[in-house]
C-alpha cells in the first residue's frame, strides 16, 4: 500500500476524535458524497445500529412550504435509523446553488461553525453513528478563511473520501489524501463510486488506487444502484470505529 509520504498507521493529531463519526469528504464536486453517505448510513443500519446523517452547511435549496429543502440533505434524512427534523439534519441552507460562501454572501450571511457544532453534538447524544457529509471537495470555502475542511479538522472527525470514479481520479484522490493528511485529520478509509460507465482501465484504476491511497477501500458502489441497495457493497467495519452505545 502507498503511503503519500505517511503510513496508514503513524498517528495524526486528528487521532481522539469521537469515534462513531465521521466525516464524508469528496475528490470534487458532483462524485457521489450524498450517495456514498447514504449507503455507509443503510450498511451500519443493516448492523443493528442507530444512525443519522447531517449536511452542516447545503447550497442550491429550493423553497418549499415546509421552509428551505436541500436534495443532498433530504435524502441523509431518509437514510437514517428514525425521522429527525430536517433543521437538525441541515442547520445551514442556502438558497443560491453556489459555493458556500458565495450563497451565504448574497444573504448577508456569514458561516460559523460553533452553531454548527451544536446541532452535531444533538445528534451525536442521539445515535451510534453520524455520518457528516462536507460540500464540494476538502478546500471548498465556507468562507474565504474557512474552508470546510474545518468542520473535520475542528471536530475532530475521521475522513472517509468519496472517490469518483472517471478519468483524473487518481490525480484527484492523491491530492485529496495528502491534504487531508497534512490537515492533521485522521484518514479513515474510502469508497470509489462509478459515476462513468464508460471510464477506461477502470479495474486498473480501481487496483491503482488501492496500492497508492493510505486507507482502506471500505467498498466501491456500483453505477445506477440505488443507496438502500448499494449498502450491500460497503464494509463499515473497515474503519475500525466503535459505536458510542
Not at 503510513?7 to 462524485?31: L, Y
Not at 469508497?191 to 479495474?203: H, K, S, V
Not at 488506487?209 to 464494509?235: F, H, K, M, Q, S
Request: glycine share 10%; net charge negative.
Amino acid at each position: 500500500m502507498g503511503t503519500l509520504g505517511m503510513t496508514a498507521t503513524e498517528p495524526h493529531k486528528g487521532e481522539g476524535a469521537p469515534a462513531a463519526a465521521v466525516f464524508i469528504a469528496g475528490t470534487d464536486t458532483g462524485i457521489g458524497k450524498t450517495h456514498a453517505a447514504c449507503a455507509l448510513l443503510h450498511a451500519l443500519r443493516a448492523q443493528g445500529h442507530r444512525v443519522c446523517g447531517m449536511k452542516p452547511v447545503a447550497s442550491g435549496c429550493a423553497d418549499t412550504p415546509d421552509g428551505r429543502r436541500n436534495e443532498d440533505a433530504l435524502a441523509l434524512q431518509a437514510a437514517g435509523s428514525s425521522p429527525l427534523p430536517y433543521d437538525w439534519i441541515n442547520p445551514m441552507a442556502l438558497r443560491a446553488p453556489l459555493s458556500p460562501h458565495l450563497a451565504a454572501a448574497q444573504e448577508g450571511i456569514t458561516i460559523a461553525l460553533p452553531p454548527l457544532r451544536v446541532a452535531f453534538e444533538r445528534l451525536r447524544a442521539m445515535h451510534d453513528y453520524v455520518v457528516v457529509e462536507g460540500v464540494g471537495g476538502w478546500l471548498a470555502p465556507l468562507g474565504l478563511e474557512l474552508p470546510a475542511a474545518q468542520i473535520a479538522i475542528q471536530w475532530r472527525l475521521p475522513v472517509v473520501l468519496v472517490v469518483g470514479l472517471r478519468l483524473g481520479c487518481l490525480n484527484h484522490a492523491l491530492l485529496s489524501a495528502r491534504a487531508i493528511l497534512a490537515d492533521g485529520c485522521k484518514f479513515a478509509g474510502w469508497i470509489g463510486n462509478r459515476i462513468d460507465p464508460e471510464m477506461a482501465a477502470a479495474d486498473d484504476n480501481l487496483a491503482s488506487l488501492r496500492a497508492l491511497l493510505p486507507a482502506p477501500c471500505l467498498g466501491v458502489l456500483p453505477y445506477g444502484e440505488d443507496a438502500t441497495d448499494a449498502w450491500i457493497w460497503l464494509n463499515p467495519s473497515l474503519l475500525g470505529l466503535e459505536p458510542l452505545r
